[in-house]
């Protein structure tokens, strides 16, 4: 995953901005940021998740997700380091930093889930 492939990904949910902050890139829904590129370098973005949800993914993807140093991180922000990225893992990361996002500014009828997405692990069911 690259940074461009991070932009694309964040540029295309709903009503999605790119602006910038502190000298990086960040993705906004109605003008709360959800994900960020470049801290602490280049080969990182952040996803802004709950803490539940952030346990969820760094259990589920350890190499890809590691809660952000600090107290943003004990709040959910969560680093993502794009080389060991996919769009299967990150996706759902970026879909549910931008609804838990999106609660706090859009209307209901602007949201287009019921609920944060879970994280995808490679278990296959039993039996198959």
Same mark, same amino acid.
């Given at each position: 995953m690259t940074a461009d492939d991070f932009r694309r990904l964040a540029l295309s949910f709903a009503e999605t901005e790119e602006r910038a902050h502190m000298n990086h890139p960040d993705f906004r829904v109605a003008g709360r940021i959800f994900a960020t590129l470049g801290h602490p370098d280049a080969r990182w973005g952040m996803v802004s998740l709950t803490p @539940?949800?952030?346990?969820?993914? @760094?259990?589920? %993807? =350890?190499? @890809?997700?590691? &809660? @952000?140093?600090?107290?943003?991180?004990?709040?959910? %922000? /969560?680093n993502v380091f !794009? &080389?060991?990225? /996919?769009?299967? *893992? !990150?996706? =759902?990361?970026?879909?549910?930093?931008?609804?838990? /996002?999106? !609660?706090k500014g859009l209307k209901p009828s602007a949201r287009t889930r019921k609920?944060? =997405?879970? =994280?995808? *692990?490679?278990?296959?069911?039993?039996g198959a």
């Open positions: @539940v949800l952030q346990e969820e993914f @760094v259990k589920a %993807a =350890p190499k @890809v997700f590691k &809660p @952000v140093k600090g107290g943003w991180g004990i709040r959910g %922000a /969560t !794009l &080389p060991a990225a /996919t769009q299967k *893992t !990150l996706r =759902p990361a970026l879909e549910a930093a931008w609804y838990t /996002t999106s !609660l609920g944060p =997405p879970k =994280p995808r *692990t490679n278990r296959r069911k039993e």
